[in-house]
C-alpha cells in the first residue's frame, strides 16, 4: 500500500513541483514553527544528511529560512512567507487526495485504523 500511495502522491506533489520528503518537512514546520535539522530528521527517520540536502533545495526554493536562536551553534528552520503560501495551495490538493482515497470507509473506521498503525509503528520502532 506503501508504494502506490507514495507514487500516487508524488504525482500531486509534482503540480507544486515538490516530492514528498519536502511537503513532510514543510508539513512539519506549518505544525511545529521551528525545527532543527536534526529534529526533523528524528521526525522522518532519516539521516541528517538526507534532512540537510531537502533543506537546502527548500531554501533554494525560497520556502524555508533560518531562524536566530538562544545557541548560535543551533540552525533553526521555519516556513519563509512563500513557505507558508505553497503549503496552503499543497493543502489544497492534499486534502483532495486524502478524501479520494478514503471514499466509502466510514470515520470510526478511520480513526480504528490510525490507532491500529500506531501500535504497529510503536511495536516496529519499540522492537527494532
Excluded: C
Excluded at 519563509?80 to 470515520?107: C, H, M, N, P
Amino acid at each position: 500500500m506503501y508504494r502506490p500511495f507514495e507514487n500516487r502522491l508524488n504525482v500531486h506533489l509534482a503540480e507544486h513541483q515538490l516530492y514528498r520528503a519536502q511537503w513532510t518537512i514543510l508539513y512539519y514546520l506549518a505544525n511545529n514553527g521551528t525545527a532543527t535539522l536534526v529534529e526533523l530528521s528524528h521526525y522522518m527517520s532519516v539521516e541528517k544528511p538526507t534532512v540537510t540536502r531537502t533543506m537546502t533545495r527548500l531554501e533554494e526554493l525560497g520556502y524555508v529560512e533560518h531562524v536566530v536562536g538562544k545557541d548560535k551553534r543551533e540552525k533553526r528552520m521555519q516556513l519563509s512567507a512563500a513557505g507558508q503560501k505553497i503549503y496552503q495551495d499543497i493543502r489544497v490538493t492534499i486534502d483532495q487526495f486524502e478524501q479520494e482515497i478514503l471514499e466509502g470507509i466510514t470515520e470510526k473506521e478511520q480513526i480504528n485504523a490510525i490507532r491500529i498503525m500506531g501500535i504497529i509503528r510503536d511495536n516496529i520502532t519499540n522492537k527494532g
